[in-house]
């Protein structure tokens, strides 16, 4: 069946840094992707996403990268501040296949 | 509010009752899903609901689970003799149109019941 990964269960950055999570993703059909964040005790919030016909797409402070050949997006987040501790989780669709989740810590 | 609420925003019961999580979509949003998540994992998903209509259910257990969207009200998720394997987090989402093909609008999450089955 469908499944979407995170390569890493936790990932821990000192405040300032950039960090990188990444996902892949199995169905080759999926042409919709999103990440989003997920606080303690609070459902997901959505960060941003990429349709399949971009490789690249940038927010505030964010930016997500699509590589089709090897079903892989990853999400580049500026600067990261305490406030981006979270779990985060990649999505495709289509009925928004969600990975395990990437956990951020960021150190003071 | 334009929000995508759900309430109660805890819940718990006893092995055997019956419990019933409600979610009211963002305003204008046609089109509901729910999620079940289990501590330290992600979320799967459970059906996708338009007014009056189950799109899709594959995520559903088979038995004491059901879900509806009436014309009016809010959509409801039910679970009938519950379980304590059925204690998670349960996550509504709501979208403004129909998801066809590969391809969705991005689905907008409200905050969660928290069944606890004791």
């Known amino acids: 069946g469908e499944s979407v990964g995170l390569h890493l269960p936790t990932l821990s950055v000192q405040e300032g840094d950039n960090s990188i999570i990444n996902c892949a993703y199995s169905n080759s059909a999926s042409d919709y992707f999103i990440w989003y964040k997920q606080e303690s005790g609070k459902g997901p919030q959505f960060i941003i996403d990429i349709r399949s016909n971009m490789d690249k797409r940038q927010g505030q402070r964010v930016t997500v990268l699509l590589n089709k050949t090897v079903k892989h997006l990853s999400l580049q987040i500026a600067a990261t501040q305490p406030g981006d501790s979270a779990v985060y989780f990649c999505a495709a669709t289509g009925k928004l296949i969600f990975g395990q989740g990437t956990t951020l810590q960021v150190k003071p | 509010n334009a929000g995508v609420m759900q309430n109660p925003r805890h819940l718990v019961r006893r092995r055997g009752q019956e419990a019933r999580l409600r979610c009211s979509p963002m305003?204008?949003?046609?089109?509901v899903y729910w999620y079940r998540q289990l501590p330290e994992e992600g979320l799967k998903f459970m059906v996708y609901l338009q007014k009056e209509n189950i799109i899709d259910e594959s995520g559903m257990p088979k038995e004491r689970f059901s879900a509806e969207f009436p014309k009016e009200g809010p959509s409801i998720l039910r679970i009938q003799q519950v379980v304590r394997g059925d204690s998670a987090a349960y996550f509504c989402?709501?979208?403004?149109?129909?998801?066809?093909?590969?391809?969705?609008?991005?689905?907008?999450f409200g905050p969660g019941t928290r069944l606890t089955v004791l």
């Open positions: 989402a709501s979208s403004p149109r129909l998801a066809g093909g590969t391809s969705t609008d991005t689905q907008y």
């Open positions: 305003k204008g949003h046609s089109h």
